[in-house]
């Protein structure tokens, strides 16, 4: 057994842990927030894209809660981090662009880690590792 050093499997492990904790936290705490209030909260949503409260209501929801469940999931999870990291620049940059470092500090360490996916990809413990697998078992099979 490998404890430290390279191990793909320890790897993928490490990134169904992050996708999965990451992925939930965001989901359950901010994207299931913003659905369930959409009605009371559309009109009162920060517009910093000019697309109007409700459209980046909806965009927030979109990255938050559809693209965190294909996260867990680790499903296109490549095009999937790419609204969620949208959505986490925007909260950092813009929306809290003036607030103190605590105040942002939780969009930033979301941010690093949806980069980190959108460069690793979902790793093997995922729909992604598992489409890849049967893909390449199809093409080293013989032709009949």
């Not at 793909?8 to 359950?28: I, K, P």
């Not at 009109?43 to 294909?70: R, T």
Request: hydrophobic share 55%; net charge neutral.
């Amino acid at each position: 057994m490998i404890i430290f050093g390279e191990c793909s499997v320890c790897t993928s492990l490490g990134l169904l842990v992050l996708r999965a904790g990451f992925g939930c936290t965001m989901l359950f705490a901010h994207g299931m927030g913003k659905l369930l209030t959409y009605g009371e909260q559309a009109g009162q949503f920060p517009d910093p894209l000019h697309v109007g409260n409700e459209n980046s209501m909806l965009l927030a929801i979109f990255a938050e809660f559809f693209c965190s469940i294909l996260v867990v999931l680790g499903f296109a999870t490549r095009l999937a981090v790419i609204p969620l990291i949208t959505a986490m620049a925007v909260a950092a940059l813009v929306i809290h662009a003036k607030d103190p470092w605590q105040v942002k500090e939780m969009a930033v360490l979301y941010l690093i880690v949806y980069v980190t996916l959108l460069v690793t990809g979902a790793g093997r413990f995922s729909v992604d590792g598992w489409l890849a697998s049967r893909s390449a078992k199809k093409q080293a099979s013989p032709v009949e």
